[in-house]
């Protein structure tokens, strides 16, 4: 009973320990690093931004993007990509996610990813009510369609 209470506890800090390493280990790579080994094969296929667009549409409910976007729920997510976080005007942010851009968290691919990966693990006390999105394929495939995004 102890020992599975161990075990247990172990691969809970594993856990957490992963999604930390993989928020904040690497600066800033083109493509979010893989979490498994069968992933990581998957990784060489081709960024298919079609499929990134209808991932899209279950953001879409609260975030607008492209010339004319406009606040909704979420702040408009156009030139997302290198946007300071907590950045668009007019947006009623939480002060975690002000206090995130206040020190310096830019929105490059890497840390988009690791944001929907776990939008609260990533960013405790943020007020995105999303829960993740767990393949890390859909993620890059959002990702290559985000920066197209003007
Ligand atoms: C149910 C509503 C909802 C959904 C669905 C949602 N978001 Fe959000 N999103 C928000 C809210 C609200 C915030 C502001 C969070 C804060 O201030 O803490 C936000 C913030 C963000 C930010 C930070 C923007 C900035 O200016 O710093 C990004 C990036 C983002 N969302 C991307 C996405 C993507 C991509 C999806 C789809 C996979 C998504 N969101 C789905 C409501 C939503």
């Known amino acids: ?15 957490v320990m992963f ?6 280990a690497n600066p800033d790579p083109e493509v979010p690093l893989p979490v498994s080994k069968r992933q990581a094969l998957q990784l060489n296929v081709p960024v298919d931004i079609e ?10 409910g609260c975030h ?3 010339p004319s976007a ?3 729920i979420g702040p408009k997510l156009n ?3 290198g946007r300071k976080a907590g950045s668009v005007e007019c947006y009623g ?6 206090k995130a851009g206040k020190n310096g968290l830019v929105w490059t691919p890497y840390k988009l990813d690791a944001f929907l990966m776990a939008p609260n693990v990533f960013l405790s006390g943020n007020k995105m009510p999303f829960k993740g999105i767990k393949d890390v394929i859909a993620r890059r495939d959002l990702i290559g369609y985000l920066k197209t995004l003007n």
Not at 51 to 60: N, V
Not at 93 to 98: F, P
């Open 79 to 81: 030139a997302l990509i």
């Open 70 to 72: 406009i606040n909704r």
């Open 93 to 98: 942010y939480s002060k975690a996610l002000l």
């Open 19 to 24: 999604f930390l390493s993989n928020a904040f």
């Open 64 to 66: 607008d993007a492209g």
């Open 51 to 60: 499929k990134g667009a209808r991932i899209f549409a279950g953001c879409s």
């Open 1 to 15: 009973m102890k020992t599975k209470v161990v075990v247990i506890a172990l691969s809970v800090l594993g856990s």
